[in-house]
């Protein structure tokens, strides 16, 4: 098998509102979103599509992103000490 395997933190990026939501309101939460997940795609982040999720009591505009392995956050150093986990099996 010719596969990495890639362990990926993932950042979800919310913006609620307490329904009913007014259209307006709903527009300006995803062109927030939109503005938010471009300015991340021209940084070289991958993203996902921005979705739209309605409950009863609010509606949820959110997106998710890669986060980026940084040492500060601990991602590297986690991944670190898996890898030497799975080095010591017996």
């Known amino acids: 098998m010719d596969a990495e395997e890639r362990h990926v933190t993932i950042d979800r990026h919310e913006w609620a509102l307490k329904s009913p939501a007014h259209h307006t309101e709903?527009?300006?939460a995803v062109t927030a979103a939109e503005r938010?997940?471009?300015a991340l795609a021209a940084r070289q982040v991958r993203t996902g599509d921005v979705y739209v999720t309605a409950?009863?009591?609010?509606v949820i505009?959110?997106?998710e992103a890669e986060r980026p392995q940084n040492a500060k956050r601990g991602n590297s150093l986690v991944s670190d000490a898996l890898a030497?986990?799975?080095g010591t099996d017996a």
């Open 55 to 58: 409950a009863d009591n609010e």
């Open 26 to 28: 709903l527009e300006k």
């Open 61 to 63: 505009v959110s997106f």
């Open 84 to 86: 030497r986990m799975e």
């Open 36 to 38: 938010k997940r471009g």
